[in-house]
């Protein structure tokens, strides 16, 4: 790969270079290592390949549920088999991907180097949360591979409690498992960024990574034993029939919507926030500037926490919440749209008087910024009370949320794969080809998603398995752009496998940034620094960088 | 929420020309596409402005142009702007939006009354006068409509999109929703809640007909016995005119009058009767007993379907004392004079 005069990459001599001696991959050899390893970045790798793989098979779900939509006949598969495709379509995304991902992996693995430290607070609850992570994914696999289960990600009763033969116990134990793992997680983020910090670095000196991570912990650590209680509220009415749930026993269906919302909800937040510390960290590399308004920024990421707490019956407008409570709910996920908005401007902002490259991470951050606007503001059409009685529950809702978790966080997540990727292989991947694959996505993503909201101002239903003829133009396009966007998503994982063994050496720092993971060797040593790093400058200061590459300081020989 | 009548006009009449968009069936349906325009123009609106700042820095101050950044801080005023613009506009957008849903929601004191069962998976609509139809649901244009509607297993949820109107219909619980059709046609009826294997196939057709097409329509499917007759045949067949016999020794209650009142209970409570609380009164007497009667009555859950409580909530409700209290409470049109309503009823 040759540097043009466009790119910061600022890669060793080629001939010479060699990836260092010891590093955190070959400090022990032998799978026995890896299962019992103490060390957050290779318990990052293991939840990178984990994600990975439950991420394909969510994936093949989706190309499935686009393929029996290419015609409006129920003709590919059946009524039960459909509906079990969505549903493990759902859990497994939303369980199994999207909310580990960006915490599991990027910020296992870079969070404590961040903030300098050697290791999470807690490295064998970080193992354990692992293994629950595993344990919850094959009771999921199991009630897939037993049969299947056909209630929808949401478990709404009564239906998931009493009208459906299928695995729904297997499911829910599955998801409460997988809980579990997501609390420890956000348990072990929040003590780590609370006791472990290095010297000098102070609360306002964390990259802005370290914020959303910490404000989508909080959500995490408050936000699931709900999630938790409901899932065994289900299993219970399900099994020996409580009633809680079961209007002829006394028990109020609508219920479980509360609950089940006042996880789900900030759920979302879990899910998107940590992509937003990732498009922070890109953009400002990429721009060698300073996030602008580094503090208004910082507050966005935990205001989305705390008023993400406060909007979960906007999923219930029409379910029969009192007119007054609609009200005050529209009203408060009005206000939780604000600090969106001011994420995004900051970003623009941040461009502003820069020296911008267009790396590949760029790439993908200029698509999450597009892409999440969109999603973001059609959010605000749901949330304006008498316009999401005629949107919810019809195709602009999968719109909706498919471009904040998969055209938002997806994005970041891959933007941030590439950008660190130096750091954990040591390796650069190729670039043109990521180009390549960046652009694709974003391609096959608006083709799929756009037409599903004119689909819903239409009024075609969600979780439909046949429809009216009259949708189907548009429900082509849409299965056509998720052809273009499973070849968008297939590039990254062929080139990022060809480029662990044939890629170029990175070099500790190749985007000359600032952070502290960029100053210690590629791929780190287990213990990350050798000795505990004095932070004296701000986050995002290349001033302090430039300043340092002409001293030629370097903290590993 | 104005436009000029004729672009708003010319703007309907191209957008359901390219089928891109629903047909505006219904009085509100032009409310909520006007709201909806607004949205789509804040969006784009938004949209382009970050576009515009993204690649309009992205050239200006690429590496190749601009070699050294230039540290900037921040800015409170800017940061104010994009603070209270969004927030003001989110605020435009709520108010707007909870307008429309008050206008969706509250029904017209006029409008008549149909009954809609959902269940796995059809549509059964009753109209008062017996008639029943299953995944069809034929209206006047130009007359209010009131739904009272009820799930007899999961949730399901109905929704007429060329009407923009949608409720969730939730199994124990009546929900209401209203519209006034305005062009005769067919419209899909969908349930767009989850409901199980033929979710899919819980799709109905409402037909909208004139006033005189619709009366032909109902006399021709009359099934000779309206819903109160039939809810009155039911009340002798399960005995429960045993007890309310309307005399004044009797073990239950007089019925007659009863709905629309309000009712003293022995646990000192005062309930309204409507709909919702003669149905759960059946279902669960031993929770609504009324102030001087003992709590004798059982429980007729399980005995009865969700139409046979409609039938019977439609007997009740007809039942009379010495005033047509049904009357004063759907209709302000009634040639008698109301007698005191109590503030703020609904059926």
């Known amino acids: 790969m040759s540097a043009t005069s466009s790119t910061i990459v600022n890669l060793p001599d080629q001939k010479t270079a060699t990836l260092p001696k010891r590093n955190y991959l070959n400090n022990e050899d032998g799978l026995l290592s890896w299962l019992f390893t103490g060390d957050h970045k290779r318990i990052a790798i293991l939840y990178l390949i984990s994600i990975t793989f439950f991420f394909f098979i969510g994936g093949a779900f989706a190309g499935l549920i686009r393929l029996e939509l290419l015609t409006p006949q129920p003709d590919l598969v059946a009524s039960d088999t459909y509906n079990k495709f969505f549903s493990m379509h759902g859990i497994i995304m939303v369980f199994l991907f999207l909310v580990p991902s960006v915490p599991a992996t990027l910020g296992n693995f870079l969070m404590p180097i961040m903030i300098g430290a050697k290791d999470l607070a807690f490295p064998k609850v970080n193992l354990l949360s692992w293994y629950l992570y595993w344990v919850g994914g094959l009771f999921t696999l199991a009630a897939l591979v037993l049969g299947g289960v056909d209630t929808g990600w949401t478990f709404t009763t009564p239906l998931s409690t009493h009208y459906l033969n299928t695995h729904v116990v297997t499911a829910a134990v599955g998801i409460f498992i997988i809980g579990f793992s997501s609390i420890f997680t956000g348990l072990n983020f929040i003590v780590t960024i609370h006791r472990m910090r290095a010297p000098g670095m102070t609360w306002f000196r964390l990259p802005l990574f370290v914020w959303s991570n910490y404000a989508a912990s909080l959500l995490m650590v408050l936000g699931t034993p709900v999630l938790a209680i409901t899932l065994v509220l289900v299993a219970l009415e399900r099994t020996i029939g409580i009633g809680v749930f079961d209007p002829t026993k006394g028990g109020d269906p609508l219920l479980f919507q509360h609950l089940f919302w006042f996880y789900s909800h900030p759920a979302v937040y879990i899910m998107i926030l940590p992509g937003m510390g990732v498009i922070s960290e890109v953009i400002s590399t990429f721009s060698r500037k300073r996030v602008f308004g580094y503090t208004a920024v910082a507050f966005s990421s935990v205001a989305i926490a705390l008023f993400g707490f406060f909007v979960w019956a906007h999923h219930m407008f029409i379910m029969g919440v009192s007119n007054y409570s609609a009200l005050v709910f529209s009203l408060l996920t009005m206000l939780v749209a604000v600090p969106s908005a001011i994420k995004i401007f900051n970003w623009a902002f941040t461009l502003q008087k820069g020296s911008i490259t267009f790396e590949t991470p760029m790439l993908y951050a200029f698509g999450f910024m597009g892409l999440f606007t969109i999603g973001g503001m059609t959010g605000v059409f749901l949330g304006a009370l008498g316009m999401d009685i005629h949107l919810t529950e019809t195709y602009f809702i999968v719109a909706h949320f498919h471009f904040v978790m998969v055209g938002g966080m997806l994005m970041a997540f891959l933007s941030g794969i590439h950008f660190w990727w130096p750091k954990m292989t040591g390796r650069m991947y190729p670039e043109s080809l990521s180009k390549l694959a960046a652009v694709t996505t974003f391609i096959g993503f608006n083709l799929t998603f756009l037409p599903q909201f004119i689909l819903g101002y239409l009024g075609m239903p969600r979780r439909y398995h046949a429809y009216p003829p009259e949708f189907q133009v548009l429900n082509v396009l849409s299965t056509a752009g998720a052809t273009v966007l499973g070849v968008g998503y297939m590039l990254p994982l062929l080139y990022l496998g060809w480029s662990l063994k044939y890629g170029a050496i990175a070099g500790n720092n190749p985007w000359q940034a600032t952070g502290l993971e960029w100053q210690i060797q590629s791929p780190p040593l287990t213990e990350n620094f050798i000795e505990v790093p004095v932070v004296d400058h701000e986050a995002y200061d290349y001033e302090w960088l430039a300043h340092k590459t002409e001293q030629e300081v370097t903290t590993v020989g | ?347």
Not at chain 2, 64 to 74: D, F, M, S
Not at chain 2, 278 to 288: F, G, M, Q, T, Y
Not at chain 2, 322 to 328: E, F, P
Request: aromatic share 12%.
């Open chain 2, 1 to 347: 929420m104005h436009i000029s009548p004729v672009l708003w006009q010319f703007l309907v009449k191209w957008l359901n020309a390219s089928a891109l968009f629903p047909r505006e069936a219904s009085t509100i349906a032009p409310y909520a596409d006007a709201l909806y325009f607004f949205l789509l123009l804040i969006t784009v609106v938004g949209l382009t402005l970050v576009g515009t700042l993204i690649f309009g820095f992205a050239i200006r101050y690429r590496k190749e142009k601009h070699p050294v950044a230039i540290q900037v801080e921040g800015s409170t005023l800017l940061e104010a702007t994009w603070t209270i613009i969004p927030l003001a506009l989110f605020l435009i957008c709520f108010v707007w939006g909870a307008l429309l849903y008050f206008r969706i929601y509250n029904p017209p004191t006029n409008s008549m009354n149909i009954y809609v069962v959902g269940k796995q998976w059809m549509w059964k609509a009753e109209h008062e006068g017996g008639q029943h139809e299953i995944n069809a649901l034929h209206v006047p244009v130009g007359k209010p409509v009131q739904l009272t509607m009820i799930s007899q297993d999961v949730f399901h949820s109905f929704s007429v999109p060329d009407f923009r109107i949608k409720r969730e219909v939730i199994p124990g619980r009546y929900s209401t929703v209203w519209f006034q059709a305005t062009t005769p046609g067919s419209y899909h009826i969908f349930c767009t809640q989850y409901c199980g294997t033929n979710h899919s196939q819980m799709i109905g057709e409402v037909t909208a007909m004139t006033p005189d097409d619709y009366q032909k329509w109902l006399q021709a499917s009359t099934s000779g016995m309206s819903l109160a007759q039939n809810g009155e045949r039911l009340f002798a067949s399960m005995g429960c005119n045993a007890c309310h016999t309307g005399a004044a020794a009797a073990r239950g209650p007089n019925l007659a009058g009863v709905y629309g009142s309000k009712l003293q209970l022995t646990n000192g409570s005062e309930v309204l009767v409507n709909d919702a609380y003669l149905r759960d009164a059946i279902l669960n007497p031993s929770e609504h007993v009324t102030a001087g009667y003992a709590p004798i009555m059982p429980t007729y859950q399980g005995q009865v379907s969700e139409d046979g409580l409609i039938d019977l909530v439609e007997y009740i409700k007809g039942l009379q004392s010495n005033y047509r209290i049904q009357q004063t409470l759907v209709t302000t049109e009634s040639d008698q004079a109301a007698p005191t309503t109590p503030a703020g009823v609904k059926p």
